[in-house]
């Protein structure tokens, strides 16, 4: 039999810098890669344009199975994703489909209906899978496991910055009540809630560069 195909998981809060990190760190091991925040995103993104209710639980589990979610590689090199064939990257996120994805993302039909989706990012040579339950839940057999953290402030400060880069306007302070809020959310729900999975390297960012981090996480593969 041969060996099952390597992952590495990437899990932490929003903000921890996962995102970048993991794309970076797939690169260098030249490994797939998986966003599965933009899956919950997107699903956030389908049911504004539908706009139902982030109450209704039946009517946002229908819009899962229904919503086609696609990606892509821009001419930048950077990761296009399509909603319903529409490319959506960019509405993708906004604080609002954050907000929308994280409410999604606390209904259990919800993220049942997305795990087959995720599992099949599983692809050799090997996949960086980032999210929040990535080595709890979707692959809990992962012979690599990272939780990356930050302190809050620095996420915030990292968001606003993005966020400025693209033109949004925001205030920290309302960026650090949502991250708190955000992770309060991530963190209660009683489905697959945002924790380190056991064995996981743990990894705080707070003050360190980006080579650095991807080092340290490239460390975890191949010490
Ligand atoms: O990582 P990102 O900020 O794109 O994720 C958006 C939201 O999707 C998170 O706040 C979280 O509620 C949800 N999510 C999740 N499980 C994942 C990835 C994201 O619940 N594996």
């Not at 946002?60 to 950077?78: H, Y």
């Not at 996949?127 to 929040?132: E, I, K, S, T, Y």
Request: net charge negative; with cysteine; charged share 25%.
């Amino acid at each position: 039999m041969s060996d099952p195909v390597p992952v590495l998981t990437i899990d932490g809060p929003s903000g921890s810098g996962k995102g970048t990190i993991s794309r970076l760190v797939a690169r260098r091991l030249g490994w797939h890669y998986l966003d599965s925040g933009a899956l919950y995103r997107a699903v956030g993104v389908a049911a504004g344009w539908a706009d139902l209710d982030l109450d209704d639980a039946g009517a946002l589990v229908r819009c899962t199975f229904d919503t086609e979610i696609g990606f892509r590689e821009g001419d930048g090199g950077e990761l296009r994703v399509l909603v319903n064939g529409h490319d959506a990257t960019d509405e993708l996120r906004t604080e609002t489909a954050g907000a929308a994805a994280s409410a999604i993302a606390a209904i259990p039909e919800v993220r049942a209906a997305l795990k087959d989706r995720q599992r099949a990012f599983r692809r050799a040579p090997g996949l960086v899978a980032d999210g929040r339950d990535m080595g709890t839940v979707i692959f809990p057999d992962a012979p690599y496991k990272v939780f990356l953290t930050a302190s809050a402030a620095e996420r915030a400060e990292r968001r606003y910055k993005q966020l400025k880069d693209k033109g949004v306007s925001v205030t920290m302070d309302g960026l650090l009540r949502e991250i708190l809020a955000r992770d309060a959310r991530d963190a209660s729900r009683t489905v697959a809630p945002l924790r380190p999975a056991e064995g996981a390297v743990h990894i705080d960012t707070t003050g360190l560069g980006i080579d650095a981090v991807v080092e340290r996480v490239l460390a975890v593969v191949a010490p």
